[in-house]
């Protein structure tokens, strides 16, 4: 019965070594399996790992280069806007000063249109009034010329003596009727160009304010 036993305690405890020892190398192969599948995974990691360290390169490059012109390109807009900050307060300055201008080149025309205007007028009246003494002038000188061979007729009645005296004063009228009709004729001519003075400045301060207010 020992023995039997024995052999029994033999056979039970090979089975269980057998067992044992299948599942150890099951084990085993696993763990191997489990290995090289863990290499196998690093590997693929570390490779993925190296595509995602150049890439990371390769964009922090792309992303630097980028920062780069962002900044030139920035450096360039802010000296633009610095310019054009400049260049429209030196227009706004200008503009500014070209209506202060203007109001005062207005103001300067309505006193030369009132001036103009009552030179005008004054003119006119004047020119009316010279033109009315040039013809009772040219109207007397007219008639004095005519009478001329009447008072040579009726000093020829009259006596040598008479007709000398007559015709000398006759002269001296004539001489001093022709010289107030000169006077008077250039006192017309000065009054002539005064008013065209005056009109050329009017016009010309138009077209200054014309000019001032074109953009």
Request: aromatic letters at 4%; charged letters at 35%.
């Amino acid at each position: 019965k020992t023995t039997a036993e024995l052999d029994h305690l033999r056979l039970t405890a090979q089975k269980v070594y057998e067992q044992e020892k299948a599942v150890l190398i099951k084990s085993r192969e696993a763990a191997v399996q489990d290995r090289d599948d863990a290499l196998r995974r690093n590997r693929e990691l570390l490779e993925q790992h190296g595509d995602l360290t150049s890439a990371y390169h390769t964009y922090q490059s792309k992303t630097e280069s980028q920062m780069s012109e962002y900044k030139n390109t920035l450096k360039i807009k802010e000296f633009e806007l610095e310019r054009l900050t400049l260049l429209y307060d030196e227009v706004s300055t200008k503009l500014g000063n070209a209506t202060n201008d203007n109001e005062k080149n207005a103001k300067k025309l309505e006193v030369l249109l009132d001036e103009y205007n009552t030179l005008k007028h004054t003119h006119l009246t004047e020119v009316n009034s010279l033109t009315l003494k040039i013809r009772t002038l040219s109207s007397e000188l007219t008639a004095l010329r005519m009478g001329d061979t009447d008072i040579r007729e009726i000093m020829t009645v009259l006596g040598s003596e008479n007709m000398a005296c007559n015709k000398q004063q006759l002269a001296k009228r004539l001489i001093e009727i022709s010289k107030n009709n000169e006077t008077l004729k250039d006192s017309l001519r000065s009054k002539n160009e005064a008013l065209e003075r005056a009109l050329g400045e009017v016009q010309a301060l138009k077209s200054e304010i014309r000019h001032s207010n074109q953009p």
